[in-house]
């Protein structure tokens, strides 16, 4: 068999081969940012009870699946093959689907990747939720499986696919009537009936449009956000397989050129997706949130070495991988400084900007602070979920209070999970024995360094915090090092230059950090030190008028 | 000879599946259930009283429950889970009695039959449907997936009234009914696009009710007894957070005043007396309606100086009639001279009672951990706490029923943190009767899982019947009824 023949018989094969190794490549190498986000907005349990929370609105198996499968994104390989695998089977149906009144030809087989370029492409947007695409898959196998089932029977199968799938089930309508190239045009209708009827006798506590559109298929409210997005991949699957009824056109889509034309038509697609769909700066903070979860902290900084987003976010995340590396007193004006909230931000609605000040919190033994951080970030999930990340800081901060009761009803909700519940299981054995709590490193350590007295909590006065915090306990290298941070943020020149010599002496370092000398040059130079990185943050501090007056 | 071995068969079959605690080893001690049921006072046709019994190593529990005068009743399985309609059966029939439980709990191969205790039946009806009640994440600065519910008294059925799934990104205030009576409630949602909504007689009607001096929406409210006025206050609520262990949070306005709302005018009532510096916060019309209760603390520096925020609870005339306010301000109990802040007042619907939460400082009792349950006798003045309901952790959000027998109030005395509902009875001398939780089909399993509180319940006297796709239409829609202020 010459290769060309080979190719010719497995093109198919092959093709799906490919699909599955760039699919994973592509999120595995590329973009695991993203699966870490997606799995830190969620939390799958093992009950029945979260099955028919779930299974209790339309589109609810096709969430449920898709939870199901986020939850292994824990391991990024495992996510991104995951992934990959449920993109060839987007494709090969999609495939199925468009050749299943013409024969395959080359023409049809590289279009069968549009939809799943894409669906890649769409998910790009990091709320558009995997149950969009499970939902999919699902629909184009009901549409290739229930081929030969009569017409009468979609009064069963679209209700019953609605529930299952969504308003997806408008594609298997859709494709039921170009595939049959019969004018049914009642099934949309009843379509249409079927998910007013839900409407007004099961899902009274959802909006209209989310009833028609989607009430899992994207993580905001749609009547918040309806991103248009949304309807591409449906669309495309659509006019491919009205392309695939037009037998007319079969020798002509058997043409070479048609085919390079349609290889084109997919790269640039892809390309395109990639542009639009996955901005630089939003993919570069997912990945530093993924670094901070993780603790890679190095791999923060060296990451920020090369590109640095400007926001605060990204100033919060480096300024937290310097002080966890003890480099914060040497080099954090080295990294882009977003003001006085660069190394804490603000209480922020979402569900994700405050998470590297969550840490920060954490890690400086704020620990009702880091609670507070992580609860709302939690709170923040627009669309109600938990988030395994955020329940376990939750766990942790309350057993670091000594709240027991409340932090076991976190640990039993972790236990139902998959890749939590073996933490759980040995925290658990932690609740009310303070000598095991005391003998964890890092809890213990947490325990000693934090507050040992009681304080009105005021963002604006955060170098007090910080300060109190070291003033509870000089064993707070960390808080030191914050303090003094803020100190130089705040451009309090005053406090700064008092406290100095007292923390060299209390962290023990021989000789003055590089960027406390760089900062006492710009000082004693009144701001004209030539090459200091402190100067010059102090020089964009005065031109957008934000200094204190305590310089 | 094949039809005794089929009998034997199934006899063995139903022996081994029905595991009686017959040969258990009689203890002297009384079980240890969740939840805490012994000794409870209930009304007749509530929700059967499930429980579970605590500990890993349970493997079955069997309930024998037998009523003072007359009928049994068993339960038997994971957890003692009753026959709706037999417990309904068996505490109309033991009104004014009591009903002895006794509880045998298998572990391993053995059963252990516990000392039996008592649940009294109230001679007191509960007249109500059920109850109302917000479901929100304790804590912070976002609400999450907050709603209003409605929970059937006589069963375990909750249905919701209104949800943030409906309006997304909106927070709701509670459900305020006139005397329990849903025919007339008022609810407000903020936000964008707020309001406040006032319901009556099938009709809805939304309000921007900010204007002149009343610079925010309104907010805990209270019904005239007549249903053409509602008092509510209007004020600015703020959180700050501690960084300690043992407190979260101080909450605090830096406003508040009361204003009336004539619901048939849509104009707004202003007092001097309750729209000065000071603030003046929840307010409650007695039950004839002729006035207003309301707590009220001096201008201070907040939130610097919130520990010494000392609420007193006062009144004013109020004359349905004319629509005006007296000038005489009574105050009843004085916060800054007791060093105490007395909170939430709530006056029963048969002007006898005056219940309020006492705490340490603060208006906002439900953050306050040391806020606890007080009654004072309107008729003497006299004044005490509610031992039987009080706990180490914060009593609150109290309401009374309709007959003002029962009063429901939210407590945090299970954690700490997440608020659950409590029922309890008074009677004609004020004694109350120690409280039972809220009762649920498997109540381990729901309440250690339900991470939502419950916040400010009330009761309903009949289900509340609001179309929830309007209501969310209305808010989304934004059309408000601009109320003015009557010269």
Redesign the interface.
């Known amino acids: 068999m010459t290769i060309k023949s080979f190719i010719n018989r497995y093109s198919s094969l092959l093709m799906a081969l490919a699909v599955l190794v760039a699919l994973f490549l592509f999120w595995f190498v590329g973009y695991p940012q993203a699966l870490n986000y997606q799995e830190e907005n969620q939390l799958f349990l093992f009950s029945t ?1 979260y099955f028919f929370s779930r299974f209790a609105v339309a589109g609810g198996l096709a969430d449920w699946i898709s939870e199901f499968i986020v939850q292994f994104y824990h391991l990024p390989w495992l996510g991104a093959l995951a992934l990959a695998f449920l993109g060839v089977a987007v494709q090969r149906l999609t495939l199925a689907v468009v050749s299943h009144h013409a024969s395959e030809t080359w023409t049809l087989l590289i279009l069968s990747l549009l939809p799943v370029v894409l669906l890649t492409g769409v998910m790009g947007n990091e709320n558009v939720l995997l149950s969009y695409e499970v939902a999919l898959a699902m629909v184009l196998a009901a549409t290739l499986g229930l081929r030969r089932i009569s017409w009468w029977g979609d009064i069963v199968i679209v209700p019953l696919l609605y529930w299952l799938a969504g308003p997806m089930t408008v594609l298997y309508v859709l494709l039921r009537i170009v595939g049959d190239w019969r004018k049914e045009w009642w099934t949309i209708l009843w379509l249409l009936a079927v998910e007013l009827m839900a ?1 007004a006798f099961i899902l ?5 449009k989310e009833v028609l559109l989607g009430i899992n298929y994207y993580r905001i ?1 749609l ?2 956000d309806t991103p248009g997005t949304l309807w591409i991949v449906p669309v495309v699957v659509v006019l491919l397989a009205l392309l695939g009824r037009q037998n007319n056109l079969m020798g002509w889509l058997d043409r070479a050129w048609v085919a390079a034309c349609a290889c084109l038509i997919v790269a640039v697609a892809a390309v395109i997706c990639i542009e639009c769909w996955y901005p630089k700066d939003r993919y570069e903070l997912l990945m530093q949130d993924w670094l901070v979860r993780e603790g890679h902290w190095q791999d923060v900084i060296d990451r920020a070495e090369k590109y640095q987003v400007r926001t605060t976010y990204s100033s919060n995340a480096v300024n937290l991988a310097l002080a966890m590396t003890g480099q914060l007193a040497d080099r954090q004006f080295e990294f882009y400084q977003d003001g006085p909230s660069a190394l804490i931000m603000p ?1 922020v ?1 979402d569900n994700f900007s405050n998470l590297p000040s969550a840490e920060a919190f954490y890690h400086l033994g ?4 880091a609670k ?1 951080y992580m ?2 970030i ?3 999930i ?1 669309n ?1 979920r938990k988030s395994g990340r955020c329940m376990k800081r939750i766990a942790e901060c309350f057993i ?4 027991y ?2 932090a076991k ?1 976190y640990l ?2 972790l236990k139902q999970s998959l890749f939590y519940r073996s933490w759980a299981e040995e925290a658990e054995q932690c609740l009310y024995d303070e000598v095991k709590i005391n003998a964890n490193p890092e809890w213990g350590y947490l325990r000693r360094v ?2 040992k ?6 963002y604006g006065q955060m170098d007090k ?1 910080l300060g ?1 915090l070291v003033v509870n306990n000089n064993d707070n290298k960390m808080a030191m090092d914050y303090y003094m941070a803020q100190l130089l943020l705040n451009v309090n020149i005053r406090d700064f230059m008092n406290y100095v010599g007292w923390v060299m002496q209390q962290r023990g370092y021989v000789q003055l950090p590089a960027g406390y000398q760089d900062a006492v040059r710009c000082i004693q130079s009144h701001g004209t030190a030539p090459g200091s990185v402190y100067a010059g943050y102090v020089k964009t501090r005065v031109m957008s008028n934000g200094v204190n007056d305590k310089q | 000879m094949r039809k005794l071995y089929i009998i034997f068969f199934l006899t063995m079959l139903l022996v081994s599946c029905s595991d009686s605690p017959n040969g258990a080893v009689v203890s002297t001690e009384l079980p240890a259930i969740y939840p805490d049921y012994k000794d409870v006072t209930i009304p007749s046709g509530i929700a059967p009283l499930n429980f579970n019994a605590v500990g890993n190593d349970v493997d079955e529990v069997y309930a024998k429950v037998k009523g003072s005068k007359g009928g049994e009743i068993t339960a038997a399985g994971d957890y003692a889970d009753f026959d709706v309609d037999e417990w309904h059966a068996l505490t109309e029939r033991n009104k004014g009695g009591r009903l002895t439980v006794t509880v045998s709990v298998k572990r391993g191969d053995g059963w252990t039959q516990y000392r039996p205790f008592n649940i009294f039946v109230s001679p007191y009806r509960l007249d109500a449907w059920g109850l109302t009640y917000r479901l929100i ?1 304790p ?7 907050i709603g209003i519910y409605q929970r059937s008294l006589a069963d375990f059925n909750e249905y ?1 009234i209104l ?4 309006v ?2 909106r927070c709701m205030n509670c459900h305020t009914p006139n005397r329990t009576d849903p025919k007339e409630f008022t609810s407000q949602i903020r936000g964008e696009n707020g309001g406040t909504l006032v319901y009556k007689n099938g009709k809805a009607v939304w309000l921007n009710t900010k204007t002149g001096p009343v610079k925010s929406a309104g907010s805990y409210a209270s019904w005239h007894p007549s249903g053409r006025y509602v008092a509510y206050a209007s004020n600015a609520v703020w959180q ?9 949070l ?1 909450v605090y306005h830096t406003f508040s005043n009361i204003f009336v709302l004539d619901t048939e005018t849509n104009q707004v009532i202003l007092a001097p007396q309750l729209n000065d510096s000071n603030q003046e916060i929840f307010p409650a019309f007695s039950a004839d309606g002729k006035s207003l209760f309301y707590s009220s603390s001096p201008k201070l520096n907040l ?1 610097g100086e ?1 520990e010494k925020v000392k609420c007193s609870i006062c009144s004013i005339p109020f004359d349905a009639a004319t629509g005006t306010f007296g000038t005489k301000v009574d105050t009843l109990l004085n916060g800054r001279r007791d060093n105490r802040s007395y909170i939430l007042v709530r006056p029963s619907y048969d002007g006898r009672w005056l219940m309020y939460t006492v705490a340490s400082r603060s208006n906002f009792p439900i953050a306050q951990r040391d806020a606890d349950l007080w009654m004072m006798d309107l008729r003497t003045h006299r004044a005490w706490p509610l031992t039987e309901c009080n706990s180490q952790q914060t009593e609150s959000y109290h309401n009374w029923s309709a007959d003002s027998h029962w009063f429901v109030f939210s407590s945090k005395r ?5 608020t659950r509902l409590y029922l309890s009875s008074v009677d004609d001398k004020g004694r109350a009767t120690k409280p039972f939780l809220l009762p649920q089909q498997n109540p381990w399993k729901y309440y ?2 339900q ?1 939502k509180a419950y916040n400010v319940p009330d009761f309903a006297l009949t289900k509340v019947n609001l179309n ?2 309007q209501v ?1 239409r209305d808010i ?1 829609e934004g059309k408000r009824t601009q109320v003015t202020v009557r010269k």
């Open positions: 009870d409407y009274d506590e959802y909006p209209l409210p009547v918040l209480s609605r704020m620990i009702n602070s507070r609860y709302d939690q709170e923040s627009l109600g670091l209070n000594g709240q009761k409340v009803k039993d909700v934090r507050y007295k009681n304080y009105m909590y005021d915090l109190l | 994440d804590g912070y600065e976002v609400g999450g997936d919701p949800t943030e799934k409906a997304p990104g700050n957070f501690f960084t300690g262990k043992n407190e979260n101080e939130p919130y299970e954690d700490g943190v997440h250690h899982a991470f929830m796709h969310a989304l």
